[in-house]
């Protein structure tokens, strides 16, 4: 590997490079500017230096270097955290970007996946044998940072969480040391890992449980926004005694020229119902209906279609490098007050880009024990993610206090706490996502695994 001019400057930086097999990007490096940048592109931090792993030994010794320097550390999984946490100003990143290597065992059901590998990589090594596990509602986000908050998505009622479906993780250390947690080896880690979002060590290497999922039943049914109030009755009566292979998801939203729509709805205001059902196929045409035919719809897309095919339906929606905020809100019910502050909000957003999305949990998510993870907020019924978009750098604001206008306008309705994943300030990290008892065994965690705070997500203090 070449030594580049700054690093030819400064000694540190080049025993680093001649440890590793990836390249070490440092500014001024034309890569450099590229892996700084993350999925939002609100934000703007310089690293130190990047480390471009290549491997569970590239990751060790950048590690022991950074633990030897005391130099505090970020991991770039996919980069889609909102808030930023996979880079941070004057600390050195570690970029798994090349780690995306997904072996499937298909008779034993198990998918190894490297850490820095996004849900579509998994999704191509596993679909084609029929078999998948649950990942992102949009297949660009990192399989690293998803899994540590938890992770929600189309599969989650009928096969949990991903960290549900976790089986093991090997993991390099605050100290470099390499080990694999389980709920055999390092269980207490094997917790934390589940739910505790980031800061216990670099995964480099995540084994999933798999499940049969072939063809589902998928689809999107848009409604002229004064639908909104009913739909969102039905949704509240509906959902929490659907069937389990049924996930839902109504969204406020800008109505695309999409062909199936009429020309005279593009750019307005509409709800989407977006759902998938990944039981028996032959069901699926009607599991959604008792919400669907609440209003007469503007357009509809829906049938059978493979997983894989559904879970990047949504990514055009999600551009890199916009300008983006979000937050999120979780619910035991919805009270029609709630439903009214929801719809006059989301209907007038500070760009058209802009989002609301409206979930349910249950399921195979709520049977699990509250503490079983440190996952918080399985027992939730609902959860609403608001979620600020512009391309424009100069409404950017503007869309920032849509967001928060819409959080303190759900404050009285909602349960206190989020989830890790869709928190959209490093601050939420450290009072909001957990419950009391779940934050203060993942601190002992963090003092036992990581005493010096070097991958700390979030600055103490
Ligand atoms: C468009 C979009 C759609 C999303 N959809 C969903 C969804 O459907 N369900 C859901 O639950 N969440 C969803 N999220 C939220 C997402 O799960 C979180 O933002 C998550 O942090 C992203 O993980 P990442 O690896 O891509 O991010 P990064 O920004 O790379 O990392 C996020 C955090 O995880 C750490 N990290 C990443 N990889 C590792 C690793 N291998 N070892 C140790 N630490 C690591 C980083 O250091 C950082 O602190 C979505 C986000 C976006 C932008």
Not at 119 to 143: C, H, I
Request: glycine share 10%; hydrophobic share 45%.
């Amino acid at each position: 590997m070449s030594a580049g001019s700054s690093r030819t400057r400064n000694p540190l930086w080049q025993e680093l490079a001649a440890t590793l097999r990836g390249p070490l990007l440092l500014p001024g490096d034309p890569d450099y500017e590229t892996r700084r940048h993350v999925w939002n592109g609100a934000i703007d931090r310089h690293p130190l230096a990047i480390a471009r792993c290549i491997d569970a030994e590239d990751v060790a010794a950048a590690v022991k270097f950074a633990a030897r320097e005391h130099m505090p550390m970020t991991v770039r999984g996919g980069g889609h955290n909102v808030a930023g946490l996979a880079v941070r100003d004057d600390a050195l990143m570690l970029d798994l970007g090349a780690m995306n290597r997904v072996d499937v065992d298909a008779r034993s059901r198990i998918v190894r996946v490297e850490g820095g590998a996004l849900w579509r990589d998994v999704d191509a090594a596993t679909q084609p044998q029929g078999l998948a596990t649950t990942g992102g509602f949009v297949s660009t986000t990192g399989v690293g940072g998803y899994t540590l908050g938890g992770g929600v998505g189309w599969l989650m009622r009928n096969a949990g969480l991903a960290i549900d479906n976790l089986l093991e993780a090997d993991i390099v250390l605050a100290d470099g040391r390499t080990v694999t947690a389980s709920d055999k080896q390092h269980a207490d880690l094997f917790w934390g890992l589940r739910g505790g979002g980031a800061g216990l060590g670099v995964v480099t290497r995540f084994t999933f449980r798999l499940h049969p999922v072939n063809e589902i039943h998928a689809g999107v049914v848009f409604y002229p926004i004064s639908a909104a109030p009913a739909l969102l009755r039905a949704f509240r009566a509906f959902t929490p005694d659907a069937a389990d292979a049924l996930t839902v998801m109504l969204v406020f939203t800008t109505a695309p020229p999409l062909p199936f729509l009429p020309a005279e709805a593009h750019g307005h205001r509409a709800v989407a119902l977006a759902y998938c059902w990944s039981g028996d196929p032959v069901l699926g045409a009607h599991a959604a209906a008792p919400i669907t035919k609440t209003a007469e719809p503007l357009g509809r897309h829906e049938g059978l279609m493979p997983y894989a095919a559904w879970q990047q339906a949504f990514d055009p929606a999600a551009a890199p490098g916009d300008h983006y905020y979000w937050t999120t809100s979780q619910f035991d019910t919805f009270d029609d007050a709630l439903i009214d502050a929801l719809v006059q909000r989301a209907a007038q957003p500070a760009d058209p880009l802009c989002e609301v999305h409206v979930h349910h949990l249950g399921g195979a998510v709520a049977r699990i024990a509250h503490n079983a993870t440190a996952f918080s907020q399985r027992d939730a019924t609902f959860f609403i993610n608001a979620i600020g978009h512009t391309d424009a750098e100069e409404r950017f604001a503007a869309v920032r206090d849509w967001v928060r206008g819409l959080r303190a306008a759900f404050v009285p309705h909602a349960r206190a706490g989020m989830q890790t994943n869709f928190a959209g300030e490093p601050s939420d990290l450290k009072s909001r996502t957990h419950d009391p008892d779940t934050r203060s065994r993942l601190s002992a965690l963090r003092a036992r695994y990581d005493p010096d705070g070097l991958l700390a997500p979030v600055r103490s203090g």
